[in-house]
T-cell receptor, first 112, second 114 residues
Framework: KNQVEQSPQSLIILEGKNCTLQCNYTVSPFSNLRWYKQDTGRGPVSLTIMTFSENTKSNGRYTATLDADTKQSSLHITASQLSDSASYICVVRLSSASKIIFGSGTRLSIRP | SAVISQKPSRDICQRGTSLTIQCQVDSQVTMMFWYRQQPGQSLTLIATANQGSEATYESGFVIDKFPISRPNLTFSTLTVSNMSPEDSSIYLC???????????FGPGTRLLVL
């Protein structure tokens, strides 16, 4: 069964600290993996995209990694800011039928 | 990129009534997607709307409950019919654009059914 699981479900850290969010998937055949940021009351916005051959991708203070062998991805946030408070969603696309599978998200709260 | 707007942004409705949500894109796109996001949950695809043909519904969603229109390449509507409190959710419109098939989402319509 095609699934995307994220951990932790929620996370609270202090402003300025780093954190890492995890995503495990059992999607096949795999096309690409994206991390989205969803602010409260808004639609998700794409942060990074990685294909099978890529194992790291950065977007400012966000760095995503992908291990296609173990089917794991992580999103590392450096020097967190209050504006990083949001839900982070891992999304995997199948290469067949262009179907995408959403993870349930990690709710990140940054405290001053 | 694609900029998507949705109307209304939020609404409170009585059970048994219907609400039509509008989605406008700033560029022509082939497919538009409608998602539902229940409180604390991730997104669930309701249907895919192609211009000029009937929408394709995902398992668990039917046309009688969620009729969709797609009159042109920049606009779509989703109607939530005969609403019940279980329909309280955020409804999001989405399109794919660009060579990497990036999905862009509208801001969502927050629906509360009493």
């Amino acid at each position: 069964k095609n699934q995307v699981e994220q951990s932790p479900q929620s996370l609270i850290i202090l402003e300025g600290k780093n954190c890492t969010l995890q995503c495990n998937y059992t999607v096949s055949p795999f096309s690409n993996l994206r991390w989205y940021k969803q602010d409260t009351g808004r639609g998700p916005v794409s942060l990074t995209i990685m294909t099978f051959s890529e194992n790291t991708k950065s977007n400012g203070r966000y760095t995503a990694t992908l291990d296609a062998d173990t089917k794991q991805s992580s999103l590392h946030i450096t020097a967190s800011q209050l504006s990083d408070s949001a839900s982070y969603i891992c999304v995997v696309r199948l290469s067949s039928a262009s179907k995408i599978i959403f993870g349930s998200g990690t709710r990140l709260s940054i405290r001053p | 990129s694609a900029v998507i707007s949705q109307k209304p942004s939020r609404d409170i409705c009585q059970r048994g009534t219907s609400l039509t949500i509008q989605c406008q894109v700033d560029s022509q796109v082939t497919m538009m997607f409608w998602y539902r996001q229940q409180p604390g949950q991730s997104l669930t695809l309701i249907a895919t709307a192609n211009q000029g043909s009937e929408a394709t519904y995902e398992s668990g969603f039917v046309i009688d409950k969620f009729p969709i229109s797609r009159p042109n390449l920049t606009f779509s509507t989703l109607t939530v019919s005969n609403m019940s409190p279980e329909d309280s959710s955020i409804y999001l419109c989405s399109v794919e654009a660009g060579p990497q098939e990036t999905q862009y989402f509208g801001p969502g319509t927050r629906l509360l059914v009493l």
